[in-house]
């Protein structure tokens, strides 16, 4: 217990410190305190093509976000749509028709009815931010603006494909993105299939609960990953060692 003494009212008050704690934002759980020194998004080492030579300020935030002369939420950039995160500082892809994955077939992975029928070929939110370097159709340079202007121009070529192919899941082709052979995202949460466990509050109730989105029931690639670094294999919120992420979400 941690005690607290007030003199305005003169009286002692016993407070938990986890309370205190919670109270300051000083409890956190282990996804909330990752640290995202030294993950695959510190993008300040600047060394080398095959690093971060792309971002000479060797600063780690400002790859995507500005304290300052940052867009509004829902400010638009003419082709691009998708809300854009908090003080965020770089353009989006102005793709909006994936290729999405599509297969209502059991034999391998499995999309029911209604889940095929809420995907859209133009992924929203977060899962639109991640695409801004994912899909491969934006250079990694693209950050920052003058004033309140059009972003920094992007260096050519400079995209994920050119520098790290393996982190280019999008297949860009500079007019489209293939998502066909990943998880499906942008997409209502299932409530009906045997197979997937259900949701509550804005997240998936397995074992792990993992976040929800848009209106707490919606399937993105932040539902998986932690931009900001969890500890595990490429920022996954679960670790996957004997299929531990898959097996939060299908039951098997």
């Known amino acids: 217990m941690k005690t607290l003494f007030s003199s305005r009212w003169h009286r002692t008050v016993a407070v938990p410190l986890s309370v205190l ?12 305190s990752a640290q995202i020194t030294g993950t695959a998004h510190d993008f300040s080492d600047n060394v080398g093509a095959g690093n971060d030579a792309w971002n000479p300020s060797t600063e780690i935030c400002v790859v ?46 499995f999309l ?21 370097c994912h899909d491969g159709t934006i250079a990694l340079d693209s950050f920052g603006r003058t004033g309140a202007g059009a972003f920094e ?22 007019l489209t993105g293939d998502l066909s052979d990943d998880h499906p995202v942008a997409f209502t949460f299932p409530t009906t299939d045997p197979e997937i466990v259900g949701f509550a509050g804005g997240f998936v109730t397995g074992a792990t609960p993992l976040p929800l989105f848009g209106g707490g029931d919606q399937m993105e690639c932040a539902t998986c990953h932690d931009v900001h670094g969890t500890g595990n294999d490429n920022l996954l919120r679960v670790d996957n060692v004997g299929s531990g992420l898959c097996l939060n979400c299908h039951t098997k």
């Not at 704690?21 to 909330?32: E, H, N, P, R, Y």
């Not at 003419?78 to 793709?95: D, F, I, M």
């Not at 889940?115 to 931010?129: E, I, Y």
């Open 21 to 32: 704690l919670m109270g300051t934002g000083l409890l956190f759980s282990g996804a909330a």
């Open 64 to 109: 995507c976000h500005t304290p300052h002369n940052a867009y509004e939420v829902g400010e638009g950039v003419a082709g691009a749509s998708g809300t854009r995160g908090p003080l965020w500082n770089r353009t989006l892809s102005a793709v909006n028709d994936y290729t999405v994955y599509s297969s209502t077939n059991r034999v391998g992975s």
């Open 112 to 132: 029911e009815a209604s889940t095929t029928g809420s995907q859209t070929t133009d992924p929203s939110g977060v899962s639109k931010l991640c695409l801004s």
């Open 153 to 174: 121009p992007g260096t050519a070529g400079n995209t994920m494909q050119d520098v790290r192919p393996n982190a280019n899941i999008g297949e860009g082709s500079g």
